[in-house]
């Protein structure tokens, strides 16, 4: 079913009021969707997604806009999806550098430099990789452990009971996080 048939028209009414009223006090979507979110008693996400679904069929069925948007004009950002290649090179970034006892983070905001909305992107794709595409995780991870003998392991800890490995890992890479920034600084 389509937004225009199945969704509470006059919640959407509201969401995109209070969006332009944001706008036009300067404030970003994000908190307009969490106060929304508040209010109606919602997830911030679910209030995300519905404004634009609202917004991109408002682009395509003039009769919808109208009846919802009040005459106001709402647009969105093309979507940025990450290409096949994309994401292997993401993970075997990660796993080449966690070898060298940086952290995940990171890794991450040096791929991003300052940007950081592309940091933002970068953990999120990460994080949804680790979590949906173990396949294509593991592939890469055999990869990257052919060309350098090792490779970082994210499941690693989270299966096994007690949780006694996970933390001796984390104090371990924590120890060389701060050993090879002594190394580097006393390079420099």
Do not use: W
């Not at 953990?123 to 991870?141: A, G, H, P, Y």
């Amino acid at each position: 079913m389509e937004i225009e048939k199945c969704k509470n028209k006059r919640e959407i009414r509201e969401l995109l009021t209070q969006v332009a009223e944001g706008k036009r006090a300067g404030r970003s979507l994000s908190s307009v969707f969490e106060d929304f979110a508040f209010t109606a008693g919602k997830a911030k996400g679910s209030v995300r997604n519905l404004y634009y679904e609202a917004v991109k069929c408002g682009n395509k069925n003039a009769a919808f806009k109208k009846d919802c948007f009040s005459g106001g004009e709402f647009s969105v950002g093309e979507r940025k999806t990450f290409e096949r290649q994309e994401e292997r090179a993401l993970l075997k970034s990660v796993f080449r550098l966690k070898k060298r006892g940086v952290s995940t983070r990171k890794v991450l905001k040096s791929l991003a430099g300052e940007d950081e909305k592309l940091l933002l992107r970068y953990q999120n794709k990460f994080r949804n990789l680790i979590v949906k595409s173990r396949d294509v995780v593991e592939e890469v991870m055999r990869e990257v452990e052919a060309e350098q003998g090792y490779c970082y392991n994210p499941y690693a800890g989270k299966e096994s009971s007690g949780g006694l490995l996970l933390r001796l890992k984390t104090e371990v890479e924590s120890l060389n996080e701060r050993l090879c920034a002594l190394e580097g600084a006393m390079r420099s």
